[in-house]
């Protein structure tokens, strides 16, 4: 099973303002805006790995090479968008939206064919199966402590732009607090 997320994401769970106000940098001048976007993204990359979730609502796809439940991946699940197949001559068609359920009681949802629906003769190949769905938060429905742990990172990220550092006593938030942040969103795959 291959996942890909199809879409860039466009609204962070945290805004360039919150950051600098976190950072204490209000009313400093926006030499460092771009510095502190990236540290946004990346911070959000970050707990996207850590959770096995999206948190910027976007299209994802997921591959699968035979029919039965399929999970999507990365919730939250908002929609499928569609779920298409290539057949043993190697051609390519739409499965109807009718003849899908998808469950979406557990997390991560899952989509099989409609009880009773005959299963397509599929290609042999790794990827006879697309599902293309939509996931992640509505743009500033991201959990607090999710974005809490965020911020964390970005000030760290900022305080220690070198790998190293020397001369200076530094002093970690320890890493169970952090995983008290995370614990409850995370997803086992």
Not at 4 to 19: F, G, K, Q, R
Not at 32 to 52: F, H, P, Q, V, Y
Not at 154 to 176: C, D, Q
Request: net charge negative.
């Amino acid at each position: 099973m291959r996942l890909l997320a199809l879409d860039d994401a466009s609204v962070e769970p945290i805004s360039l303002e919150e950051a600098k106000k976190h950072l204490r940098l209000e009313g400093v001048l926006d030499d460092e805006d771009d510095l502190i976007s990236s540290m946004i993204t990346a911070a959000r990359e970050m707990a996207e790995g850590r959770l096995n979730r999206t948190l910027v609502r976007r299209v994802r796809e997921v591959a699968a090479c035979n029919w039965g439940t399929i999970k999507l991946l990365k919730p939250p699940f908002v929609q499928v968008e569609s779920v298409s197949y290539f057949d043993a001559d190697g051609q390519s068609f739409d499965v109807d939206a009718s003849d899908l359920s998808v469950s979406s009681i557990r997390e991560p949802a899952t989509v099989s064919l409609r009880y009773g629906f005959p299963a397509p003769q599929l290609a042999r190949q790794d990827e006879a199966i697309i599902v293309r769905y939509t996931a992640g938060y509505a743009p500033g429905e991201v959990p607090r402590m999710i974005v809490q742990w965020m911020l964390l990172v970005i000030g760290a990220l900022y305080a220690h732009r070198e790998s190293f550092v020397a001369g200076v006593s530094v002093t970690m938030i320890p890493e169970e607090f952090n995983k008290w942040l995370l614990q409850p969103y995370m997803v086992y795959e």
